[in-house]
């Protein structure tokens, strides 16, 4: 039986518990939606007015020197390196996810064309998951209808390994599916994609921060990240980039802007990529962003000593596993569970969808119902091939046990009271 002295005994045992002091919580709010936005790190406000007052309204242009600024991306992706098992030097956080996403499609693309023997046909096919999270597919999409290939989509990630052919080109995943929290074996993946001749392209935007990601172990070729889910980054914050050194000097990337040229302040009329991920820059990068997701990923430093991504995913499971037994225990046959049991296959969310005993088309307002009760998770629509979800992320950074039973118990009145039935809870906002 899971009760409140069984949560409270494994959160005194718990050695990350320090850690939730780390962040800047609302009073009565417990927090499952650090898969879409991390919470806010105690330290990061000061930090950004330090950059405002001081760096920028006292130093002004100096401080793209004395305060490090035309370095700070790649500060910044070093910080993110170990946590998705790249090397120092290899990462650049810069642009979005999807920008970054284009980058290096266009050069995985580049580096296949050049790879082809002479004299037979180039590869043609993207191989993704129709459930991939769409930002993805769209990027994709765009990227093959300009260069005249074909994105091609499965069903099931059972169907990825048959899929791969001599047309693949690239695989491109998600390592952990949005919608559901499975998570992909990157290394099994990446050899199939490598025995059938196609690159691996990895998004970690659900990975980084929550899970061991191993990106040279697993003998991936690029990937790209969120700098604002689960590193708490703030709204907008800069996404990364990896290339393997394989292939970081192989190809240009197609926006070939002056931060990534060899000699940006030489400003001649002929571009010279650098060497190396400096070359994966476009433009000039938003300082104040960047010194927040600089500040932020210092709660990861400060994991190390407590067991460091390791211990987070221990945690992680273990509060997973225990939100998944407590809804079984206290919401009996009200929901079906999504996300994997399995731990190898699971990111660190759990997501859920209403089964009969509920009336059709409620969890959106069962999500806003728990909101109001200050247990914020969030909602995904489903459509005619899968169903709506109620959606959980789990930082191990900030939760506790006790946090994951009380909101559980907070589910149960929700359906015990029927607050879902509520017309205000009905109301659809722009952002779900």
């Given at each position: 039986?899971?009760?409140l002295?069984?949560?409270?005994?494994?959160d005194?045992?718990?050695?990350?518990?320090?850690?939730r002091?780390?962040?800047?919580?609302?009073?009565?709010?417990?927090?499952l939606?650090?898969n879409?936005?991390?919470?806010?790190?105690?330290?990061?406000?000061?930090?950004?007015?330090?950059?405002?007052?001081?760096?920028?309204?006292r130093?002004l242009?100096?401080?793209?020197?004395?305060?490090?600024?035309f370095?700070?991306?790649?500060?910044?992706?070093?910080?993110?390196?170990?946590?998705?098992?790249?090397?120092?030097?290899?990462?650049?956080?810069t642009?979005?996810?999807?920008?970054n996403?284009?980058?290096?499609?266009?050069?995985?693309?580049?580096?296949s064309k050049?790879?082809?023997?002479?004299?037979?046909g180039?590869?043609?096919?993207?191989?993704?998951?129709?459930?991939?999270?769409p930002?993805?597919?769209?990027?994709?999409?765009?990227l093959?209808?300009?260069?005249?290939?074909?994105l091609?989509?499965?069903?099931?990630?059972?169907?990825?390994?048959?899929?791969?052919?001599?047309?693949?080109?690239?695989?491109?995943?998600?390592?952990?599916n949005?919608?559901?929290?499975?998570m992909?074996?990157?290394?099994?993946?990446?050899?199939?994609a490598?025995?059938a001749g196609?690159l691996?392209?990895?998004?970690?935007?659900?990975?980084a921060?929550?899970?061991?990601?191993?990106?040279?172990?697993?003998?991936a070729?690029?990937?790209v990240?969120?700098?604002?889910?689960?590193?708490?980054?703030g709204?907008?914050?800069?996404?990364?980039?990896w290339?393997?050194?394989?292939?970081?000097?192989?190809?240009?990337?197609?926006?070939?802007?002056?931060?990534?040229?060899?000699?940006p302040?030489?400003?001649?009329?002929g571009?010279?990529?650098?060497?190396?991920?400096?070359?994966?820059?476009?433009?000039?990068q938003?300082?104040?962003?960047?010194?927040?997701?600089?500040?932020?990923l210092?709660?990861?430093?400060?994991?190390e000593?407590?067991?460091?991504m390791?211990?987070?995913?221990?945690?992680?499971?273990?509060?997973?596993?225990?939100?998944?037994?407590a809804?079984?225990?206290?919401?009996?046959?009200?929901?079906?569970?999504?996300?994997?049991?399995?731990?190898a296959?699971?990111?660190?969310?759990?997501c859920?969808?209403?089964?009969?005993?509920?009336p059709?088309?409620?969890?959106?307002?069962?999500?806003?119902?728990?909101?109001?009760?200050?247990?914020?998770?969030?909602?995904?629509a489903?459509?005619?091939?899968?169903p709506?979800?109620?959606?959980?992320?789990?930082?191990?950074?900030?939760?506790?046990h006790?946090?994951?039973?009380q909101?559980?118990?907070?589910l149960?009145?929700?359906?015990?009271?029927?607050?879902?039935?509520?017309a205000?809870?009905?109301?659809?906002?722009?952002?779900?």
């Amino acid at each position: 039986m899971i009760d409140l002295a069984h949560c409270q005994r494994l959160d005194a045992a718990d050695r990350l518990a320090p850690l939730r002091a780390q962040f800047d919580l609302p009073e009565g709010v417990i927090y499952l939606d650090g898969n879409s936005l991390g919470a806010l790190p105690r330290a990061l406000p000061a930090r950004v007015a330090e950059v405002v007052r001081a760096e920028w309204g006292r130093d002004l242009i100096q401080s793209w020197n004395t305060a490090g600024w035309f370095e700070l991306p790649r500060r910044v992706g070093d910080k993110i390196a170990p946590l998705i098992g790249a090397g120092p030097g290899e990462v650049v956080a810069t642009d979005t996810t999807s920008v970054n996403l284009y980058k290096v499609l266009w050069a995985a693309l580049s580096v296949s064309k050049l790879a082809a023997p002479a004299g037979q046909g180039l590869r043609h096919e993207i191989i993704s998951e129709r459930s991939n999270f769409p930002t993805d597919l769209y990027i994709a999409e765009a990227l093959c209808r300009e260069r005249g290939l074909t994105l091609r989509l499965v069903d099931a990630p059972e169907q990825i390994p048959a899929a791969l052919g001599p047309q693949t080109a690239v695989l491109m995943l998600t390592h952990v599916n949005y919608r559901t929290g499975a998570m992909h074996d990157m290394a099994a993946l990446t050899r199939a994609a490598h025995a059938a001749g196609a690159l691996a392209v990895w998004d970690l935007a659900h990975s980084a921060g929550a899970v061991p990601v191993a990106l040279k172990d697993c003998d991936a070729d690029f990937a790209v990240g969120c700098g604002y889910k689960y590193l708490n980054g703030g709204p907008g914050a800069p996404a990364f980039v990896w290339a393997h050194p394989r292939h970081v000097d192989a190809a240009w990337q197609p926006l070939a802007g002056w931060w990534g040229h060899g000699r940006p302040f030489a400003f001649v009329p002929g571009y010279e990529p650098a060497t190396g991920i400096t070359r994966y820059q476009c433009g000039t990068q938003p300082m104040l962003s960047l010194s927040a997701l600089d500040c932020a990923l210092d709660v990861f430093a400060a994991a190390e000593p407590l067991g460091g991504m390791a211990a987070l995913r221990a945690k992680s499971l273990a509060l997973t596993d225990l939100f998944i037994a407590a809804v079984e225990q206290l919401c009996p046959g009200q929901f079906t569970l999504v996300t994997p049991r399995e731990h190898a296959g699971r990111g660190s969310q759990v997501c859920l969808t209403p089964t009969a005993a509920l009336p059709a088309g409620c969890a959106y307002a069962i999500v806003q119902a728990l909101i109001a009760r200050g247990v914020v998770g969030d909602f995904r629509a489903g459509d005619t091939q899968q169903p709506d979800i109620l959606r959980f992320g789990f930082t191990p950074l900030y939760l506790s046990h006790e946090n994951v039973l009380q909101a559980v118990q907070h589910l149960r009145e929700v359906l015990q009271n029927k607050e879902y039935t509520q017309a205000r809870f009905a109301q659809r906002h722009a952002v779900t």
